[in-house]
């Protein structure tokens, strides 16, 4: 990814944030997949990214669970379980 997508990228998902109840976090989170992503590449299965982030969000003082189920709370969910790969603990 060039830098310039890659500002284009950011820039794109800021417009966004700005409709959510969480910009600050999920900023923060989107920031340390960019990070993640540029240091590593596009070379690697979906684990290696998983496990990249999980620990770069441990070191830097994020609560997070790998692979955290989530049940689903109406019908349309119930029809496909959700696993994320990364999920903020409570």
């Known amino acids: 990814m060039t830098a310039a997508a890659h500002r284009t990228d950011v820039t794109r998902i800021k417009i966004m944030l700005k409709e959510t109840k969480y910009n600050e976090l999920t900023e923060q989170i989107i920031k340390v997949f960019f990070e993640v992503y540029n240091e590593l590449g596009f070379v690697f299965l979906e684990k290696v990214y998983q496990n990249a ?38």
């Open 53 to 90: 982030m999980y620990i770069e969000l441990k070191n830097r003082g994020f609560k997070v669970e790998a692979q955290k189920q989530i049940y689903p709370v109406n019908f349309i969910q119930a029809l496909s379980q959700l696993y994320p790969t990364l999920k903020p603990s409570s």
